[in-house]
């Protein structure tokens, strides 16, 4: 194990770590030519501090899966002992997130029946319900939530209404919401989404230059954006390939 602790052996280190960090996020492509050519150990260094660590989670997971426990024990004993709307709601987001949509429904449902125009439990029931593979029900709690604010969380709602219209093959009016999205604000989630059913119904050209939109944004947004965009990137750039684009 000498090697490892040389100047070389950490070099090689270095450079894997931040070369599968690369191939797994896709950054700008410049990055891979740093990562291996530029004063190795300077250039994997640099990428690790200016693209690794800005995001990384320091908190080790077996400490945040014990906070998370003590929480859920927490609430489950005051929706016993003192429910109230807020404390239903927020374990029904907890045990959602866990993938317990059933209970989350049930949850978010006792929240209403307290407070009826609350949206977060609204959002969230509805939610569940198309995770459930309820669309039909999800419809009515999303579409409320959205008339009522249009922005809420900033435009969730509005994409979750967007894909359950297109569940139920309702692509008219999953379209017209992508677009009530796009006339307020330049969210990706809804070019992408307005850019495949353009695809779905034969209007590649529109298609394509939605998509474009997409990649186009991206080199005037903070660094810190641009990584939470690169998920969105990726998938247009493969839409974009499959109509020759």
Do not use: C
Not at 99 to 116: K, N
């Amino acid at each position: 194990m000498d090697w490892l602790f040389s100047s070389y052996g950490f070099t090689v280190v270095l450079q894997v770590l931040a070369l599968v960090h690369y191939f797994r996020n896709r950054p700008e492509w410049y990055w891979f030519f740093v990562i291996v050519f530029v004063f190795p150990p300077i250039g994997p260094i640099v990428y690790l501090f200016v693209e690794v660590l800005p995001g990384w989670n320091w908190r080790l997971p077996v400490i945040d899966a014990f906070e998370r426990k003590k929480r859920r024990q927490w609430l489950e004993k005051m929706v016993v002992d003192a429910p109230t709307q807020e404390t239903m709601a927020r374990l029904a987001t907890m045990v959602a997130k866990e993938g317990d949509h059933e209970r989350a429904v049930q949850l978010f449902t006792d929240a209403l029946d307290r407070e009826p125009d609350e949206l977060e439990a609204r959002f969230g029931r509805g939610a569940s319900l198309a995770a459930l593979g309820r669309p039909k029900e999800a419809v009515e709690d999303l579409r409320r939530v959205v008339e009522q604010d249009p922005s809420f969380k900033f435009y969730r709602a509005a994409l979750e209404l967007a894909a359950v219209y297109e569940t139920l093959g309702e692509d008219e009016q999953a379209a017209k919401t992508y677009q009530a999205i796009l006339d307020r604000t330049t969210v990706s989630g809804a070019y992408y989404g307005l850019g495949a059913l353009q695809a779905k119904h034969g209007n590649q050209d529109e298609a394509k230059r939605l998509l474009q939109e997409i990649l186009a944004k991206q080199p005037g947004l903070p660094r810190y954006l641009r990584r939470q965009e690169r998920p969105w990137v990726r998938k247009a750039k493969a839409m974009l390939k499959t109509l020759g684009a």
